[in-house]
């Protein structure tokens, strides 16, 4: 039944294919969001790098205002992710078997107002920076904190740096020639096949996500974030129609 494998997903029991699939959807979402979010607002919500050296460069330039607005902007995420962390650990003492639902329900609500809502909200801004961008960034954090916290840190979703990093480095081991067998076991050079599985289909997940965002809110509008809100939503209360996620 597909809502025992959603439970699967959010389940407080984890492995590493629950942890995959969880992954590719949230990839898929952030990069949907991330993609159509730059439609809307000219800027990419989850790359915090980018705000950082934005800020650095406003600074130098005198532009104070601009640095501040994207500092602002990091700021947000930075909340979205401490209050996935606040809501998480509340919720595995006080409802263990919903531990990750509802991070995912308010992210869900949050895109249902950036979908409604969105339009009006680019007319109100805060330093320079609309309530469209603020939120995009909130959730942004939040997703990130969440898939983070549900993997170990072994996976992330709303940026690919660290990703392609790390697809490098294997495709490094994998051709590197091991040419003196007798050396020590320990020196042998060992490509890990399930990490590099792992990050190109992550990769593949949020690219795929960019392309069918950033069509959607081109011919849609901010409507398009809709199903991506309902996708979040069945993944929030799978765990509610299913026994798989029992203590």
């Not at 990130?144 to 916290?149: F, H, Q, R, S, Y």
């Not at 509008?221 to 798989?244: D, E, K, R, W």
């Amino acid at each position: 039944m597909p809502q025992h494998y959603l439970a699967k997903l959010t389940s407080p029991k984890r492995d590493a294919k629950a942890n995959l699939h969880l992954g590719v959807t949230l990839c898929w979402i952030a990069g949907a969001l991330n993609a159509g979010g730059f439609l809307a607002v000219g800027e990419y919500t989850s790359h915090m790098t980018g705000l950082l050296s934005t800020a650095a460069d406003e600074l130098i330039l005198g532009h104070s205002m601009a640095a501040l607005a994207a500092l602002f902007m990091m700021l947000s995420f930075v909340c979205g992710a401490a209050c996935t962390a606040l809501i998480v650990n509340y919720a595995r003492r006080n409802f263990p078997r919903f531990i990750y639902s509802p991070v995912l329900f308010l992210e869900a609500v949050l895109l249902l107002i950036f979908g409604m809502l969105g339009q009006g909200l680019l007319k109100h801004e805060m330093i320079t920076v609309s309530f469209t961008a603020i939120l995009l960034c909130y959730m942004m954090g939040l997703q990130n904190a969440l898939i983070t916290k549900i993997s170990h840190a072994e996976i992330r979703t709303t940026h690919v740096t660290g990703l392609v990093t790390d697809i490098g480095i294997e495709l490094g081991k994998l051709l590197y020639w091991n040419r003196d067998h007798e050396h020590d076991q320990d020196l042998k050079v060992i490509v890990n096949k399930q990490k590099l599985r792992l990050h190109y289909t992550l990769v593949l997940s949020f690219a795929i996500g960019g392309v069918l965002g950033a069509a959607g809110f081109k011919h849609l509008g901010f409507i398009s974030s809709v199903p991506l809100a309902l996708a979040l939503i069945a993944l929030a209360l799978a765990p509610m129609f299913s026994n798989t996620s029992a203590q």
